[in-house]
């Protein structure tokens, strides 16, 4: 039998998957955290630290370009889940802009957010779900 049942592999494993990116926008840093209820603290700077999806790649700390976009997003209420886009056929799954450029469009889009808080629906663009 060429494949082991998941059990044997190390606990460590379970824990990795429940940790969610939390990132701090003044650092431009992201931290592997499991979700709390209560709010965490960068431990650099002691801001409040954000928790985005697991979908969300931090960009490096010095690629200030994309963590521009990523200050936008979420500034705009996105927190990295999928996002649905309504056309005429239903709704599909769109990806994340690439620049804060898309970024500034994207937003004004009629797209909606899962997850969540689901913040990302924009008033008016899709109706209620
Ligand atoms: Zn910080």
Redesign the pocket.
């Known amino acids: 039998m060429a494949f082991k049942h998941h059990k044997y592999f190390p606990k460590a494993r379970d824990v990795q998957a429940f940790l969610f990116p939390h990132v701090?926008l003044?650092?431009q840093?992201s931290f592997k955290k499991p979700a709390s209820p209560a709010p965490r603290r960068?431990p650099?700077?002691g801001?409040e630290l954000i928790q985005l999806s697991r979908k969300f790649k931090a960009p490096r700390t010095r690629d200030l370009g994309q963590w521009e976009k990523v200050r936008f997003l979420v500034e705009q209420g996105f927190r990295f889940y999928s996002v649905y886009e309504r056309t005429e056929i239903g709704e599909i799954r769109v990806n994340y802009p690439a620049s804060l450029a898309e970024a500034k469009v994207f937003v004004c889009g009629p797209v909606r957010e899962a997850g969540p808080t689901a913040r990302g629906t924009r008033k008016g663009s899709v109706g209620a779900v």
């Open positions: 701090c003044p650092c840093k960068c650099q700077c801001e």
